[in-house]
């Protein structure tokens, strides 16, 4: 009986409450911090945090996908940077409209990415792969900087994406709307399916299942813009986010492109044996982690209005790849869940305005970052095998 209910606890927490501890941590976080400055859950302060969190979670997002197929990737803070830089110096010295800048930026992420995923497919390990590429794209941010190696962006069509708020109304309205045509969508489904003989009660069932989720985060969306809203409305950089989240939620859960992404991910050798095309899923992959690397560096380069030598470096790439772990995806692929980029990021970027707004050092925020990257890693590890005590195969060796 025992065995029984660590087994049905095991998968549910490698299957579809994966996230719950992470938001019991978060919000035990957020009340540690409140309570020792009130300032922390106030309007202006998670106004600001919506914003900061954007880049990391926009990079994440981009991580999951990689991930997701089994493979890692390094390289996409730089290659945001330089992305980033490319729009820039065509906004401002080229005087190119935002949309040919921002188009020219993607087109350059993707291209990058999609030379680095055909040597994964050819079988060079992502990890040496993209270690290769962040430090020459490293390098090539100084090549694609002026000589005074920096670009402002102020009074820029570009610098106006990070400064523009969106009603909290409209965006309430926009939520409604989005989660009842959701709602709408699988009722739809139920009742074609109760029509198909499968029975009335069961496809019910099915169709009130799949509703607590699309309800809860509703209301959850719904009380955090208004709360946010109170700082003068949603900023446009979180409202994109989101909706690109829901874009990428969609191509994970509704299409044969997110079947095969997990398949990938749990057995390739399965994948191949079932028909999947195993290549093309890992080109894509990686062609969707450049395009959130262009949009990540433009809305950094927004906020910060510019971008320069020290665009894209730091612990950006250490973030991203903590958020996206934490949040939930499995460094071992095909587990994971794209709202895990937005959940990592607000606890990664919930532990670094804790830590600006209690005047602690920068020391304290890598190591709160590092230990729950590798608490993370741990957990997943344990969930992956079932079991809290080393593998046998380990122990062995050692």
């Known amino acids: 009986m ?25 919000g ?22 919506a914003q900061q969190v954007v880049p990391v979670g926009m990079l994440a997002l981009g991580i999951v996908f990689v ?10 803070a730089a290659l945001s940077a330089v992305a980033a830089t490319i729009a820039a110096r065509l906004l401002v010295e080229s005087g190119q409209p935002l949309l040919v800048a921002v188009a020219a930026a993607i087109v350059f992420a993707i291209s990058i990415t999609f030379l680095e995923s055909l040597l994964v497919i050819y079988g060079v390990p992502s990890l040496i792969v993209t270690l290769g590429g962040m ?20 009074g820029t069509s570009l610098a ?44 019910l069932l099915a169709a009130a299942r799949g509703a607590t989720p699309v309800v809860l985060g509703a209301a959850a969306l719904l009380v955090a813009v208004a709360v946010v809203g109170r700082g003068g409305g949603i900023p446009l950089s979180t409202a994109t986010f989101f909706v690109l989240l829901l874009v990428a939620w969609y191509l994970t859960t509704q299409t044969r492109y997110g079947t095969h992404l997990y398949a990938v991910g749990g057995s390739r050798a ?45 612990s950006l790439i250490l973030d991203a790849i903590a958020a996206a772990v934490v949040g939930g995806t499995s460094l071992f692929g095909g587990r994971g869940s794209v709202w895990s ?10 532990i670094n305005s804790g830590v600006q707004l209690l005047g602690l ?19 997943d590890l344990v969930i992956s095998r079932g079991s809290i005590r080393p593998s046998r195969g380990r122990l062995a060796r050692a």
Not at 28 to 49: E, R
Not at 67 to 76: C, K, M, N, R
Not at 172 to 201: F, H, K, S, T
């Open 2 to 26: 025992n065995g029984d209910w660590r087994t049905r606890l095991g998968e549910a927490l490698a299957g579809p409450y994966r996230t719950v501890p992470v938001v019991l941590a978060l």
């Open 270 to 314: 399965a994948a191949k044996r079932s028909g999947v095309p195993v290549s093309r899923i890992v080109i894509y992959s990686f062609l969707i982690l450049g395009f959130c690397a262009a949009i990540a560096g433009l809305a950094d380069a927004s906020r910060t209005l510019g971008v320069s030598a020290a665009s894209g470096g730091g």
């Open 135 to 154: 430090i020459m794209l490293q390098g090539g941010l100084l090549i694609a900087l002026p000589s005074s190696f920096q670009v402002s962006l102020g």
């Open 341 to 350: 980029a937005a959940l990592g990021a607000l606890v990664i970027g919930s």
């Open 28 to 49: 035990a976080m957020w009340l540690i911090f409140n309570s020792i400055n009130s300032a922390f859950l106030g309007s202006a302060n998670l106004h600001a945090l």
């Open 67 to 76: 991930l997701l197929v089994g493979e890692i990737d390094l390289s996409s």
């Open 160 to 203: 106006e994406f990070a400064g523009t708020n969106l009603s909290s109304d409209a965006c309430m309205i926009a939520i409604a709307v989005a989660a009842a045509a959701l709602l709408a969508g699988r009722l739809a489904v139920a009742v074609r399916q109760a029509r198909g003989g499968e029975g009335d009660r069961r496809a």
């Open 361 to 379: 050092s920068v020391e304290i925020q890598d190591l709160a970052t590092g230990g729950v990257l590798v608490l993370a890693v741990t957990i």
